[in-house]
Antibody
């Protein structure tokens, strides 16, 4: 069974750095054509794709947030880590990690992690 | 970026009746080389993660009931629930995966009338 689960802080202060971890099971991050994305949804707004990590290690980022985002493998082989610097209240929302295989939609999503940015 | 616009924002349908949700992309998401529309539909129930329902605009994901169907091509797409059931109450949103960044519609909330 394929699962993804996000973990990390619920509350972050403005200007701080957010670190979220996506732990996957039921598949390998090294499987051919597999990739994991981070996607967020601010309250009342549409889902916004942030970044993607391909199985070969290549990365892609949304242009508007490129300078603040880093996606990487975690300390465990089954983890993908999102780092977002200089957090702002506008970054409040639910952060999801999701899997896709090749040039395709996301076939499996995590439950989501609600992150609030407030002093 | 490709803008995805859904309509309506919400709709209330009686049990057993048809529910129709529209999604329009700001440019064509039909890839001429393979004649595929890079359009997916997701369902998100309260407290649950999004679930893939339809991909390639009209292909049902494994396990999705036959009452769900997708149609359309180019820039205009539709998700139809032919006979609404209580368990279909959810927010539905479309996604284009034709280009990076992938983009999503704002969502349509489906309720029981």
């Amino acid at each position: 069974q394929v699962t993804l689960k996000e973990s990390g802080p619920v509350l972050v202060k403005p200007t701080e750095t957010l670190t979220l971890t996506c732990t996957v099971s039921g598949f390998s991050l090294s499987d051919s054509r597999v990739g994991v994305s981070w996607i967020r949804q601010p309250p009342g707004k549409a889902l916004q794709w942030l970044t993607h990590l391909f199985s070969d290690g290549e990365r892609s980022y949304t242009a508007s947030l490129r300078s603040r985002l880093t996606i990487s493998r975690g300390t465990s082989a089954s983890q993908v880590v999102l780092t977002m610097t200089n957090m702002d209240p506008a970054d409040t929302g639910t952060y999801y990690c999701a899997r896709k295989i090749g040039w395709a939609p996301f076939d499996c999503w995590g439950q989501g992690a609600l992150v609030t940015v407030s002093s | 970026d490709i803008v995805m616009t859904q309509s309506p924002d919400s709709l209330a349908v009686s049990l057993g009746e048809r529910a129709t949700i529209n999604c329009k992309s700001s440019q064509s998401i039909l890839y001429s080389s393979n004649n595929k529309n890079y359009l997916a539909w997701y369902q998100r129930k309260p407290g649950q993660p999004p679930k893939l329902v339809i991909y390639w605009a009209s292909t049902r994901e494994s396990g999705v009931p036959g009452r769900f169907s997708g149609s359309g091509s180019g820039t205009d797409f539709t998700l139809t629930i032919s006979s609404l059931q209580a368990e279909d109450v959810a927010v539905y949103f479309c996604q284009q995966y034709y280009t990076t960044p992938t983009t999503f519609g704002q969502g349509t909330k489906v309720e029981i009338k």
